[in-house]
């Protein structure tokens, strides 16, 4: 049988791409970040994968702290953070919210 049709949303959106949600409605933001440049990076020949010994580089820490200040530049507040396991993705988690949390 075909599936039901989603219910209708009331959401309205201004012409400057912001949402406007009303107040009994709770609006979740969801933020995909990958991870800065790793040592894997600079080997063109090799697909980082699952590989856990690919650290962050200077320039990937140096983006974490440019991603981090931005996302506080903006109000940005996470109510909670997940991260792969892998160091690369860790330390690109610790170090945004390391700025982001810091008052």
Do not use: W
Request: hydrophobic share 45%; aromatic share 6%.
């Amino acid at each position: 049988p075909p599936l039901p049709s989603p219910p209708a949303l009331s959401r309205s959106f201004s012409g400057n791409g912001i949402v406007t949600v009303p107040d009994d409605e709770a609006l979740t933001e969801v933020f995909l970040i990958s991870h800065g440049e790793c040592e894997l990076n600079l080997a063109p020949d090799l697909v980082g994968g699952r590989c856990p010994a690919a650290a962050l580089t200077v320039n990937g820490k140096r983006q974490a702290r440019a991603l981090a200040v931005f996302l506080k530049s903006q109000g940005v507040r996470f109510s909670a953070v997940y991260s792969s396991p892998l160091n690369r993705a860790r330390s690109m988690a610790v170090s945004v919210c390391k700025v982001v949390f810091s008052v």
